[in-house]
C-alpha cells in the first residue's frame, strides 16, 4: 500500500473520530444562534462561571452539549423573573427544589406588585406636576388675578434667620433629614415673607418657608400645618429673583384699588426654574388669601 493512501487513510480516520465526538456538541455559534445570544453574551456566562462550555479544544473553540441548554433554559427564566446573573449562577450551584422555585415566583409576584405602586405613585404625580404647571404658566404673566386654591397640606419650618441664604440652607438640611420629602417629582416650595415689615421698609424677610406635602407623614418629627382654602389674589412672572419687590408691589397695588381685605401671610413660590434656559430666572408666583369687602 503506498504511503500517500496510507496517508488518507490516517486522515479519514481521525476526522471520522472528531465527527462521532463532536456530533454531541454544538459550537457558541451554534448556541447563540438557537437562543438568539451573541457569542460575546455566551463568553461572559463563561467568565462568570455561570454557564461554562463542555468542552474547549487547544484551538480555544468552545463547545456545548444538551445539558447546557438546559442550564441556558433555566438562565433565561430566572433572568425574566429579575434575578441578576450572580443571583441565578448562587441558584443553579446549589439543589434547588419545586417549592424553592414557588415561593421565588411569590417573592417576585409581591415585587413586582410594589414596582407596579411605585410607577402609579410615580404616575400620579407627574400627571399632578405637569397639570399645576400648565395652569400656572396659562395665566398672564405679571398681572394680577384672583383665583381659587384648595387647601395645602404643608410642612412649616420657622427660620431663626430672615435670610433667603439662610433659608435655603435649612431647607437643604430638612431634606437631608427627610428623604422621603426630597421627591423633584413632587417637591413644592415656598416662603412666608414678613408682610408687615415689607409694607414699612419695602424690605423683604422671610418668617418660615414650607414644603408642600401630598402624602401622609408619621414621623413625630415633623409639624404638618395647612394652608387655608379660600380666594388668593395672585401674580406669575418670569423674571430674575432680585425683581420680587417689584411684583409685590403690583399684588399690594391691587389689593388696595380693589377694597381688598388681607386674610392671610404672602407667599412666594416658585413654579419651576427648570422650565427656563437662563439658571437666574425662574416661574414665580406671589399670593395672598384675601376677601371682598363688601
Given amino acids: ?6 496517508g488518507y487513510i490516517n486522515i479519514f480516520s481521525i476526522s471520522f473520530t472528531e465527527l462521532i465526538i463532536m456530533s454531541k456538541y454544538f459550537s457558541i455559534g451554534e448556541v447563540a444562534s438557537l437562543y438568539n445570544l451573541s457569542v460575546q453574551t455566551l463568553r ?18 468552545r463547545y456545548y452539549s444538551l445539558e447546557q441548554f438546559y442550564k441556558l433554559d433555566l438562565i433565561r427564566f430566572y433572568k425574566k423573573l429579575g434575578l441578576s446573573l ?35 405613585k ?13 395652569s400656572m404658566i396659562s395665566k398672564p404673566l405679571g398681572t394680577v388675578f384672583l383665583n381659587k386654591k384648595a387647601k395645602k397640606r404643608i410642612i412649616k419650618v420657622k427660620l431663626e434667620d430672615e435670610s433667603l441664604e439662610d433659608a435655603e ?52 418629627r415633623i409639624k404638618v400645618s395647612e394652608i387655608e382654602e379660600g380666594l388668593y389674589a395672585s401674580i406669575i412672572y418670569l423674571d430674575y429673583y432680585i425683581n420680587n419687590k417689584k411684583y409685590i408691589n403690583h399684588l399690594l397695588d391691587f389689593i388696595e ?16 426654574s427648570e422650565l427656563y434656559n437662563d439658571r437666574e430666572k425662574s416661574f414665580m408666583e406671589i399670593f395672598i388669601k384675601v376677601n371682598k369687602n363688601n
Fill in 1 to 6: 500500500m503506498s504511503k500517500i493512501y496510507k
Fill in 44 to 61: 461572559h456566562y463563561d467568565k462568570l462561571g455561570l454557564l461554562k462550555p463542555s468542552l474547549v479544544k487547544d484551538s480555544g473553540y
Fill in 257 to 272: 384699588t380693589e377694597n381688598l381685605s388681607i386674610e392671610s401671610p404672602l407667599y412666594e413660590s416658585c413654579i419651576g
Fill in 169 to 220: 440652607v435649612s431647607f437643604r438640611k430638612a431634606l437631608n433629614e427627610f428623604p422621603k420629602l426630597n421627591d423633584p417629582l413632587t417637591l413644592e416650595l415656598a416662603y412666608e415673607i414678613n408682610y408687615e415689615e415689607f409694607e414699612e421698609k419695602e424690605i423683604v424677610k422671610y418668617n418660615s418657608y414650607f414644603i408642600v406635602i401630598e402624602d401622609k407623614i408619621d414621623d413625630d
Fill in 122 to 134: 410615580q404616575k400620579k404625580s407627574i400627571k399632578n406636576k405637569n397639570k399645576y404647571i400648565k
Fill in 86 to 120: 450572580l443571583e441565578i449562577k448562587e441558584l443553579i450551584s446549589n439543589k434547588v427544589t419545586i417549592n424553592d422555585v414557588v415561593e421565588l415566583l411569590e417573592a417576585q409576584e409581591d415585587e413586582i406588585d410594589n414596582q407596579i405602586k411605585m410607577l402609579q
